[in-house]
């Protein structure tokens, strides 16, 4: 079975947050280069037709996490649909951009399922069968790759402006 890549992508109030197209490109060039399966998702409430325009382009397959519970959005409902959708999908890299929202509920999801998250990351690499991410580190005076060692799921976000 192949490894899978999830974009999950940001939408607030409907509209989709732009950061997400450049993740989803993030997304399409690991897949490139692993031959992992590129998925996505849009979670919230009547989230459809960003789900639809998200199908448009190059990914395998779009999933639709709509809940009434989820609007307005609260860290905690998205942390708790989010951990039960990757538990019972289980991609092994999920991908976010790094905005105020993901920032406000990706540490309570990693922790909830006993992972960590590489945040604001600038770029990435392959090295062999390892995936590596840069990332900036004392505002943007050193830069640091990093890689997991856990189990997946691992977390990325990728800062605006990457790709």
């Known amino acids: 079975m192949p490894q899978k890549i999830l974009v999950v992508v940001e ?23 692993t031959g992992w399966t590129l998925e996505a998702a849009v979670i919230g409430s009547g989230v459809a037709p960003i789900a639809n325009e998200i199908a448009a382009k190059k990914v395998a397959k779009v999933y639709d996490l709509e809940s009434p519970a989820l609007n307005p959005y609260t860290p905690d409902a998205f942390s708790v649909g989010l951990k039960q959708f990757l538990l019972s999908h289980q991609p092994k890299l999920v991908l976010m951009p790094h905005t105020y929202q993901v920032r406000d509920f990706i540490p309570k999801l990693a922790t909830a399922m006993g992972r960590t998250v590489i945040s604001d990351c600038v770029g990435y690499k392959k090295d062999g069968d390892k995936l590596v991410f840069t990332r900036q580190m004392f505002q943007g005076k050193f830069v640091a790759d990093v890689s997991f060692t856990c189990d997946a799921p691992w977390f990325v976000t990728f800062q605006n402006g990457t790709f």
């Open 11 to 33: 939408q607030r109030e409907g509209k989709l947050n732009r950061a997400s197209w450049e993740t989803l490109v993030a997304g399409q060039l690991i897949a490139a280069e």
